[in-house]
């Protein structure tokens, strides 16, 4: 059993909407939890973290907790083509590791 | 801002060859990892390190060994690499702080191809 699970997409999303990304997890001990970005081709790079419950915005991005339902969320808002890309989910596991989902494909149609 | 490196960003070798990719990083992390990603599998942990000379397994350590022998560089080995081993490799770093993670910096990775 996987213990983050994504929607692999894709997710298409006009040019100027919010694309909403969502995320649940198994593991209740899971403290923290991440947003990465990945262009085809490249590594992924970190976008955000969260670890309290509630909502964190950082310019178009907003990522948002809630641990009582175990799950996580991103919204990209005004979304353009430049975040086109495959969006990982991942959360701490009992060791401080990284445990990422398969990942969301995000395509922003102009 | 945190520098992961892999020392090659595209490899071709031939079956039964040993490969040896290197990742250094330049801020000190005391922990560093190697990930493999494939189409429609997601991003699946090797090898990991909490610190000099320490080694633990991930998910698919068959067929790979690491070596950490200082704390900015740990090297993935194949020993007798197989045609699937051709994959994306991808190296991490992390700061490790009993109640705090800040997530891991990537490197850019290295597409290995066997052939």
């Known amino acids: 059993q996987k213990e983050v699970e994504q929607n692999s997409g894709p997710l298409s999303v006009p040019e100027g909407a919010i694309a909403s990304l969502n995320c649940t997890y198994s593991?209740?001990?899971?403290?923290?939890f991440f947003w990465y970005r990945q262009y085809s081709g490249k590594s992924p790079e970190l976008i955000m973290f969260i670890y309290s419950n509630g909502d964190k915005e950082d310019g178009r991005f907003t990522a948002q907790l809630n641990k009582a339902s175990q799950y996580v969320s991103l919204l990209i808002r005004d979304s353009q083509p430049s975040d086109s890309a495959t969006y990982l989910c991942?959360?701490?596991?009992?060791?401080?590791?990284?445990?990422f989902g398969a990942g969301t494909q995000v395509v922003v149609t102009p | 801002d945190v520098k992961v490196t892999q020392s090659s960003r595209y490899l071709v070798k031939r079956t039964g060859e040993k490969v040896f990719l290197e990742c250094v990083q330049d801020m000190d992390h005391e922990n560093m990892f190697w990930y493999r990603q494939d189409p429609g599998l997601g991003l699946r942990l090797i090898y990991f390190s909490y610190d000099v000379k320490m080694k633990e397994k991930g998910d698919i350590p068959e067929g790979y060994s690491v070596s950490r022998e200082k704390k900015e560089r740990f090297s993935l080995i194949l020993e007798s690499a197989s045609t699937n081993q051709t994959s994306m490799y991808l190296c991490?770093?992390?700061?490790?702080?009993?109640?705090?993670?800040?997530?891991?910096?990537f490197g850019s990775g290295t597409r290995l191809t066997v052939v």
């Open positions: 991490a770093s992390s700061y490790a702080e009993a109640d705090a993670n800040y997530g891991y910096t």
């Open positions: 593991d209740r001990g899971s403290q923290s």
């Open positions: 991942a959360g701490t596991d009992s060791w401080g590791k990284l445990q």
